[in-house]
């Protein structure tokens, strides 16, 4: 069979708070308040809308995308993930954006749908990400299972020994039907009947009956919680078909996250924006006040948002990223990172064009 080169035409594209890489997360989980939308393209459907009907009853998707902002020429076996902080590792064992064919995998949360419009948070993506497609997250498929498969046994056998035993409780049902008979015959029978006589014996036979019942009672319970003792001891003694796990510089990075802390200055400057700011380079487009603003930028420089490189290389020197229509400047220090000034983005001269 020839082999034929594919082509992809994005479905839409992300309207995004992160404008530049700086300070963008590397995972959805980072920031839950990074806000965004994503519209299907009309030109890939007449009524654009239809194709979201039925999505707004999953709380997340999946967005398939492509890593458009990549500048590197070619790409690498090894890579070395910010976390592992200079350790290389095979490409395919992390989530790095340079990869063969540039394509990432983002889980958002959909907060809803309007028209042919997501309204999404939580996202990791840049403004004027390619999307290629959208799936609904669906916890029952998308998480994985682990059978187990327990070691032959007679446990089986036991079981139907023990099933086939009349319970105790239906042998007391009998014995109360035994016993509205016997008052039946001794009404419909012609012949005198000694009446005490009767009940005497028929209470005799009562008592015999309830205390084997109550014997065949204690002893089934036995038996059952042998049975289920017998149940566990066989599951723990299970072989697993499939065992979920990840590399344990995951969970047990190299590097621990960043406390956080801003300047007086920072913070008088950060309260001058919100979502109905006078002025419009103040005014907030996806965060919905000061507070919310100063959570997502705590969350971002929590995890280091900086490079290896810069990390190592430029430790002194200040690190800029945006937010929203918020510039940040920030330093680092060992486990700190302060935030020093706080501007709308068209204020920043290094952003600004020649």
């Known amino acids: 069979m ?47 809308e239809h194709s979201l009907e039925g999505l707004e009853e999953f709380s997340h998707v999946w967005l398939i ?3 458009h902002k990549n500048n590197a020429q070619y790409v690498k076996a090894k890579v070395k993930p910010p976390r592992l902080n200079g350790k290389r590792v095979g490409l395919f064992s992390t989530r790095s954006p340079y990869r063969p064919n540039p394509i990432g995998l983002t889980l958002a949360k959909l907060e809803s749908v309007a028209g042919n419009t997501l309204h999404l948070s939580g996202i990791d993506l840049l ?14 498929y998308d998480s994985p299972i682990t059978p187990m498969i327990p070691r032959p046994s007679t ?3 036991e079981e139907d020994e023990f099933q086939e035993t009349a319970s105790p409780m239906k042998k ?18 012609k012949t005198p009947v000694n009446t005490e006589e009767s009940t005497e014996l028929f209470e005799q036979q009562s008592r015999c009956e309830n205390e084997d019942i109550s014997k065949e009672h204690h002893a089934a319970d036995d038996k059952t919680c042998a049975s289920q003792n017998l149940k566990i001891e066989s599951s723990s003694n299970c072989s697993q078909k499939s065992e979920i796990k990840s ?12 406390s956080v802390s801003i300047t007086d200055r920072a913070k008088s400057q950060l309260q001058k924006f919100s979502k109905t700011a006078e002025n419009p380079d103040f005014r907030l487009k996806f965060l919905n006040s000061g507070e919310e603003a100063l959570d997502a930028i705590r969350s971002i420089l929590s995890e280091d948002p900086r490079s290896i490189y ?6 002194d020197s200040l690190y800029y990223f945006t937010v929203d229509v918020m510039h ?22 290094h952003l600004k064009s020649p």
């Open 2 to 48: 020839a082999k034929k080169d594919m082509e992809v035409k994005p479905v839409g594209y992300i309207n995004s708070l992160f404008t530049f890489k700086n300070g963008t997360p590397r995972q959805p989980s980072v920031c839950p308040f990074a806000r965004g939308t994503l519209q299907v393209d009309k030109s890939i459907f007449t009524n654009p």
């Open 65 to 67: 995308f492509v890593f």
């Open 127 to 140: 403004d004027g990400t390619p999307v290629l497609d959208i799936k609904p997250y669906i916890p029952e």
């Open 155 to 157: 446990l089986g056998h």
């Open 172 to 189: 007391l049902k009998n014995l109360e039907l035994a016993s509205q008979q016997l008052s039946e015959e001794i009404d419909n029978d």
């Open 247 to 258: 590399a344990k510089w995951i969970s047990e990075a190299p590097i621990s996250k960043l």
């Open 310 to 315: 810069r990390r190592q290389k430029c430790g």
């Open 328 to 349: 940040v400047t920030c330093w680092f220090d060992d486990d700190l990172a302060e935030i020093v000034r706080i501007q709308p983005v068209l204020y920043a001269d």
